[in-house]
């Protein structure tokens, strides 16, 4: 049984931060590749940002500069730092990941997702 999950969401002023988390639990090797995605009401889902095992990043334009992807290999866990929040960025915050699996295959896993609101 593997878990995803995601935590640091809340309620925040424009021009605030939050520090979203993303942690990985059960029969895994580790985590590969993971995305941050988000879903406005009445919107796609769209990805905020990501990292690779090996540490690249990208952003996608409306965060560059604002939000910041990093990992710490040793306890599974991704972090989505968001400064200069706003309201716009308001919206319900998933974590995707490609996890190796101690039976030795890999799969993509989705969080439950953590809700974000950014308030003017």
């Known amino acids: 049984q593997v878990q995803l999950v995601e935590s640091g969401g809340g309620l925040v002023q424009a021009g605030g931060s939050l520090r979203l988390s993303c942690a990985a639990s059960?029969?895994?090797?580790?985590?590969?590749?993971v995305g941050w995605y988000r879903q406005a009401p009445g919107k796609q889902r769209e990805l905020v940002a990501a990292?690779?095992?090996?540490?690249?990043?990208d952003y996608a334009d409306s965060v560059k500069g604002r939000f910041t992807i990093s990992r710490d290999n040793a306890k599974n866990a991704v972090y989505l730092q968001m400064n200069s929040l706003k309201p716009e960025d308001t919206a319900v915050y998933y974590c995707?990941?490609?996890?190796?699996?101690?039976?030795?295959?890999?799969?993509?896993?989705w969080g439950q997702g953590t809700q974000v609101t950014v308030s003017s």
């Open positions: 059960g029969s895994i090797i580790s985590i590969n590749d």
């Open positions: 995707n990941a490609r996890i190796k699996l101690r039976a030795g295959y890999e799969r993509g896993y």
């Open positions: 990292i690779t095992s090996g540490g690249s990043t």
